[in-house]
Structures are given as C-alpha cells and as structure tokens.
Nanobody, 124 residues
Framework: QVLLVESGGRLVQAGDSLTLSCAAS????????MGWFRQAPGKERELVAAISWNGANTYYSEFVKGRFTITKDNAKNTLYLRMSSLKYEDTAVYYCAADSNPFIGLVGSKYDYWGQGTQVTVSS
C-alpha cells in the first residue's frame, strides 16, 4: 500500500520560516511527480507547489512564489516544502500528494495518493 506521511507543521509567527516533509513508501518515488496542496477553513483546496519526477521542473502558485521552495529527494523517498516569510494567509492544512504520471499536474484530481495533512498556523 502507498503511504504518504507529512510532518513539520506547527504554530509560527509571521515572518518565520518552516520546512515541511513528506515521507513516502509503497511506490516508486523516483518515477512520480509530487505536489503540495493546502486547504484553509472555508476555502477550496489549492495547489501550492509541484515538482516533476526528477525535480527538473517545478511549479509555484502566485501566492507563494519567491517564498516557498519544493524539493524532491529520490534517495530518501522524501518531499520537502521550505517556507519563508510566512504570512497569516498561509495558515492551512498542508497535504502531500503523489501523481503516478511523472510530469507535473496542476489539478488535484490528477493526483493518485494523498497524505493526512499537517497543520501550519501563522500568528499575526
């Protein structure tokens, strides 16, 4: 079975930095594209960042571009999201997702596997 487990979410202050991790098992990690999504209370789930199978291509939403960095460590089967200059608006549950297609997907319905999420709360 495929398992994605996010970690690293916590309460932080505006302006702080934080790195989220997603440990993957049960799939050929090096062959899949990955994404980070987030969902705030009362809001729709949105794609934050995505990365292709080999890390050659990345995508960032306009809300986080320049502040967040997505990386994929195929040797450790782990996906990361480095976040800096955090804002109150970044508060959400962050989900890790895997797409069996090796290239970046921009819609959530394309992703095949999801983690349980990790809460990031940014105080203002």
């Amino acid at each position: 079975q495929v398992l994605l487990v996010e970690s690293g979410g916590r309460l932080v202050q505006a302006g702080d930095s934080l790195t989220l991790s997603c440990a993957a098992s049960g799939l050929t990690f090096s062959s899949v594209s990955m994404g980070w999504f987030r969902q705030a209370p009362g809001k729709e789930r949105e794609l934050v960042a995505a990365i292709s199978w080999n890390g050659a291509n990345t995508y960032y939403s306009e809300f986080v571009k320049g502040r967040f960095t997505i990386t994929k460590d195929n040797a450790k089967n782990t996906l990361y999201l480095r976040m800096s200059s955090l804002k109150y608006e970044d508060t959400a549950v962050y989900y890790c997702a895997a797409d069996s297609n090796p290239f970046i997907g921009l819609v959530g319905s394309k992703y095949d596997y999801w983690g349980q999420g990790t809460q990031v709360t940014v105080s203002s």
